[in-house]
């Protein structure tokens, strides 16, 4: 897979024009890369609030809540891809669990003129940047709902989520080698 420097502005998302042309050296002109957005959507929401309403009760006791975040895509055919994130966070005071909430927010893009290589960057760091706002926004919204403050989701570095799963991938291969 190519380096995530190189997933930079000419991905940005399709206005409906053409975002120009490069010349190559052969005088033919080749379309820039572009992705669009086509759809936006929920595939599964859930929040369990288990020990209501003594974990609604209040406390001097902060809270820990951990927060997972993951990502997935695959092809749709030609040039249109999903991609899945996955949002799990957990708060629990003491052995208690005060909530769960779970979000598996997709969306559907079409990435034209894009390089093979260039693919899975797209759909593993710019989709997911594009889409996590809105995530975010449904975890604050169902965690507020439940009777707690809302859980504001810190900026999540997909580039570096990325990396991980090279690195791990990478890992994985060596290890079938040996």
């Given at each position: 897979m190519s380096d995530l420097a190189d997933t930079g502005a000419d991905t940005g998302?399709?206005?409906?024009?053409?975002?120009?042309?490069?010349?190559?050296?052969?005088?033919?002109?080749?379309?820039?890369?572009?992705?669009?957005?086509?759809?936006?959507?929920?595939?599964?929401y859930s929040f369990e609030n288990p020990n209501a309403p003594a974990s609604l009760a209040?406390?001097?006791?902060?809270?820990?809540?951990?927060?997972?975040?993951?990502?997935?895509?695959?092809?749709?055919?030609?040039?249109?891809?999903?991609?899945?994130?996955?949002?799990?966070?957990?708060?629990?005071r003491g052995d208690m669990v005060l909530f769960?909430?779970?979000?598996?927010y997709g969306a559907t893009i079409s990435a034209e003129h894009f390089p093979a290589e260039r693919v899975e960057p797209l759909c593993l760091v710019e989709v997911p940047r594009v889409i996590f706002p809105f995530a975010r926004r449904l975890i604050a919204e169902a965690t507020r709902e439940g009777g707690f403050a809302p859980l504001l989701i810190d900026p999540v570095n997909f580039a570096v989520l990325y990396r991980r799963k090279l690195e791990a991938?990478?890992?994985?291969?060596e290890k079938a080698e040996v």
């Open positions: 998302a399709d206005t409906g024009a053409d975002t120009g042309a490069d010349t190559n050296s052969g005088g033919a002109t080749q379309a820039a890369p572009r992705f669009s957005i086509r759809a936006q959507y929920i595939k599964d209040p406390s001097d006791e902060k809270p820990a809540i951990d927060v997972n975040v993951d990502v997935g895509a695959k092809p749709l055919g030609g040039v249109n891809y999903e991609t899945q994130l996955r949002i799990t966070a957990q708060a629990k769960v909430a779970e979000l598996l991938r990478a890992a994985e291969q």
